[in-house]
Structures are given as structure tokens and as C-alpha cells.
């Protein structure tokens, strides 16, 4: 069996899945750097030139590759013609984040640059569903067109939402904005934005810096923080789900059973001490608590402790099950983690076993409030790179 494609034992590879492979392994190889010609991807892959130049010949008139200035070469012969991911006319990913006090879309071109961007304030929480899906169908369709007006075509739109959502898509629980049962299949963004895809904001935030943070980083715990906090969990460069896929649901571990009453029913869990809310009191902005905390302030100072050693231990109980090396704080905690690290890390020293020998590190997002929404539309850019076949034109579909 070739390395990638699933066969059951004694069972033949069939040509197309060995096709499906060697699109993927060719595509990988452009992505992953400089501009190469056919003879490098022959070399770098081994397969056949033919067979190289037969795969590129797809990819470049499927629009995935195209062409740029030959690649510079030692010795004698001509220069092979390079080869880089087409991020002019070719795939886009549309992500779509839908949370308490905003909604977001986004534009990713095949190389993960950002092509189109933007954000609508406002509470959300009291509104109707079907109300709020519609607004995010707008910023979808706006979000489409500006990346027409650019030559890309959108392969497929992922949407975060900040609850648990069922593998067809319902929102089941999105206690934060009252949602309940919240069938999804019936929302249309529009006719230019592909197929929908309905995600965990955090899942989905957590996959924007596996494919677009810190190069290397394939453990980690991915700390949300918004008006409520969720966690994506990335082991061994894959997303843990759960068996249901409702894995992350951080802010409703009990810090205190005998706590304030939360918005799920329960009372005592994290949100009701690390959440946005907790941190920011009636008419104090992300920005005002951030200079706040640079002037010294003590009651800035002491909302700020108190969320990390609540944040730190219930992280440490995550770490001792799951043993990850890195804890990412996005949303909210980004800019605040240079105040929220140290307690943090204080709690994990003192209850995680293994750190005495193998410490954990806590860090902020690279992508900071961005995450869920690039992640979102990255989503889509991986799913086209890991089956570029599908997104192919039929006419090339009996090629190597």
C-alpha cells in the first residue's frame, strides 16, 4: 500500500486513488516553498518525469499551479519553468465566524494570504437565529464578491460558531446566545460561496494556528477566550473532536460547584471567572484594560489574577490528561497573556506532575483575534490541498 491512501488488506490501489495521491504529493511539494521546476518535483517526489509533467499539466490547468520565471540551476541545460501555488485566479477559502458581540468573514487565497477581511460589532444575544444567519449570509455574499472582483473563485465557505454543533451541521447548544437546536442546512450565504461547512469556533481557531502560527507547533491546547472560553485540541498535527465531536467545551468545567450560576444551568464554571465578562466590567473595552494593566492599576491587576489562577487550573487538569507541551491563549487572552502567562504557568508548575521535567509553555496567538475566522477559511485552502482531485475539471479525471 502506498503511503496515504486507505486500502483494506489484499485490496488493489486503484488508479485514481493512486492519482488522488500523486496530486496531493505534487501539490505538497510547491507549497512547501521556492518556486520548482518539473525536474525538482521528479527528484524531490520520485516519481517519473512523465508522470510529473502529466500531474502538473492538471494542476496548472485546473488552477491550483501556475507558472512563473524559469528557476534558477547550476550546470548546463536550460532552466525548468517554476511552479507556485496559484494565488491569482485559482481556489479561495470564506470563513465565517458568528459570535456573542461580533460577526466576522474572511478571504483566504490558496497561499493563506488574506484577500478580503471584515467585522461587524454588536451584541447578538436576544436576536433571532434566523435574523443573525441572515447578516451572516450578507457578510458571506460581500465577502464572495470581493473576492470575484479578484480573479478567485470560492471553493467553500466554514462557519465557527461559539456552541456545539452535530456532524450535519445543527447548532445544538450555543448557550451564550441562547441558541438551541439551530438547524444550519437551510442557510444559503449565496451563490458564489460554495459548499457550507458548520464548525466549533474553537476547533476552527485551533486549526488557524496549526496551518497559519508557529511553524512546528503539532500539540497544543488552544485557549479561546470571548464572552464564552473554548479550547481546540490539536494532537500529533490532527484536531481532537471527541467520539460526538464536541470535544473543548472549557468554559463549563466547574472551578467552583458552589459558584455563580452560569448560562448552561450549572454553577461555578470558568466563564464565570475567566470570561470576557468577568474581565471586563459594564462600559470597560479590551483597550481600557490593557492600558489599565501597563499604568499599574490595582483593580485592572487583581480581575486579571484572579481569571489566570482560574484559568490555570483548570488547564492543568487538561494537561495532566492529555499531555501537550504548548497552550495557546487566542481571542481575548492574546493581547492580554503578558499579565495572564505567569499565573497561569504558576498553577500548571504546582499541579501538573510532569512539569517538573518536561515544562509547558503558554503563549498567545499568533493570528490573536483572527484565529477562528482564518482558520475558518483555511479550513476550506487544507481540504482543497489534501484532494486537489476534486477540485479538478472532470476532463482530466483519466490522467495519471
Do not use: K
Not at 460558531?161 to 450565504?189: E, H, K, M, Q, Y
Not at 463549563?252 to 464554571?269: E, F, K
Not at 474581565?279 to 494593566?293: E, T, Y
Amino acid at each position: 500500500m502506498i503511503s496515504g491512501i486507505s486500502a483494506a488488506a489484499g485490496a488493489p490501489v486503484r488508479q485514481a486513488s493512486l492519482r488522488q495521491h500523486n496530486l496531493r504529493l505534487v501539490l505538497g511539494q510547491v507549497a512547501s516553498g521556492a518556486p520548482l521546476s518539473r525536474a525538482d518535483i521528479a527528484a524531490a517526489t520520485g516519481l517519473t518525469r512523465a508522470t510529473v509533467s502529466t500531474l502538473v499539466d492538471d494542476l496548472v490547468s485546473g488552477r491550483l499551479l501556475r507558472e512563473v520565471s524559469p528557476t534558477p540551476r547550476g550546470g548546463a541545460g536550460r532552466p525548468g519553468v517554476g511552479l507556485v501555488l496559484n494565488d491569482a485566479d485559482g481556489p479561495a477559502g470564506l470563513g465565517l465566524e458568528i459570535n456573542v458581540d461580533y460577526l466576522a468573514a474572511c478571504v483566504l487565497d490558496l497561499a493563506g494570504a488574506v484577500r478580503h477581511r471584515e467585522i461587524r460589532p454588536g451584541d447578538r444575544r436576544g436576536v433571532e437565529p434566523s435574523a443573525v444567519l441572515a447578516e451572516a449570509a450578507a457578510l458571506a455574499s460581500r465577502a464572495a464578491l470581493a473576492a470575484e472582483d479578484q480573479g478567485l473563485t470560492i471553493a467553500g465557505t466554514a462557519m465557527a460558531v461559539p456552541g456545539l454543533v452535530s456532524p450535519d451541521g445543527t447548532i445544538r447548544l450555543a448557550p451564550n446566545l441562547g441558541w438551541r437546536d439551530v438547524d444550519t442546512s437551510g442557510f444559503t450565504p449565496g451563490p458564489l460561496t460554495g459548499p457550507l461547512t458548520v464548525e466549533n469556533e474553537a476547533n476552527l481557531a485551533a486549526l488557524g494556528e496549526l496551518f497559519h502560527g508557529e511553524p512546528g507547533l503539532s500539540s497544543f491546547l488552544y485557549v479561546s477566550g470571548e464572552i464564552g472560553i473554548g479550547a481546540g485540541i490539536v494532537l500529533t498535527g490532527s484536531l481532537f473532536r471527541g467520539a460526538r465531536g464536541w470535544s473543548g467545551e472549557l468554559g463549563h468545567v466547574a472551578v467552583d460547584p458552589d459558584g455563580p450560576a452560569c448560562r448552561c444551568g450549572a454553577h461555578g464554571c470558568l466563564e464565570q471567572y475567566a470570561g470576557q465578562e468577568a474581565l471586563l466590567p459594564p462600559g470597560v473595552s479590551l483597550a481600557d484594560l490593557v492600558a489599565a494593566a501597563d499604568r499599574g492599576e490595582r483593580p485592572a491587576l487583581d480581575r486579571l489574577t484572579s481569571a489566570a489562577s482560574a484559568l490555570g487550573v483548570t488547564i492543568a487538569g487538561v494537561i495532566n490528561l492529555l499531555d501537550v507541551d504548548t497552550v495557546v491563549l487566542g481571542g481575548v487572552y492574546a493581547p492580554l497573556a503578558r499579565w495572564l502567562s505567569p499565573g497561569i504557568e504558576q498553577q500548571i508548575a504546582s499541579r501538573v506532575l510532569t512539569a517538573g521535567w518536561s515544562p509547558v509553555r503558554v503563549r498567545p496567538a499568533r493570528l490573536g483575534s483572527d484565529a477562528a475566522v482564518v482558520g475558518a477559511a483555511g479550513a476550506i485552502i487544507r481540504a482543497v490541498h489534501d484532494e486537489p482531485a476534486a477540485w479538478l475539471l472532470p476532463a482530466s479525471a483519466g490522467t495519471p
